[in-house]
């Protein structure tokens, strides 16, 4: 069973930046594509970027491409999402996935749905004003 904890979120002004980290327990680390998804007041929740066991290669939503970047730490079992240029409409409550790289003998490709993430995290806040 892997936990999954996120920090960084907070309240930033349009254009400013944020860091939020994830750092996972319980689990081998490197065994999990790790993902971000964040999730708007009435709305679905939403695929952000992902980040394959060695840290390539790396997925991004096109709302976030350019601005977003994930990163990870195997040997801290942590993974990043630094944002940039940050847009009211990135107000979201954030959550790190980790999906498992094989079930049984499959391995398992990339997924932007939330469906084929194994374990989440509780989420982080992040709100953008005008």
């Known amino acids: 069973q892997v936990q999954l904890v996120e920090s960084g979120g907070g309240l930033v002004q349009a254009g400013g930046s944020l860091r939020l980290s994830c750092a996972a327990s319980g689990g081998t680390f490197s065994q999990y594509r790790m993902g971000w998804f964040r999730q708007a007041p009435g709305k679905e929740r939403e695929f952000i970027a992902a980040?394959?066991?060695?840290?390539?290669?790396?997925y991004y939503a096109d709302s976030v491409k350019g601005r977003f970047t994930i990163s990870r730490d195997n040997a801290k079992n942590t993974v990043s999402l630094q944002m940039n240029s940050l847009k009211p409409e990135d107000t979201a409550n954030y959550f790190c996935a980790a999906q498992s790289l094989q079930s049984g003998s499959t391995w398992r490709f990339f997924s932007r749905n939330t469906r084929d993430y194994d374990y989440w995290g509780q989420g982080t806040q992040v709100t953008v004003s005008s």
């Open positions: 980040i394959n066991w060695s840290g390539q290669p790396t």
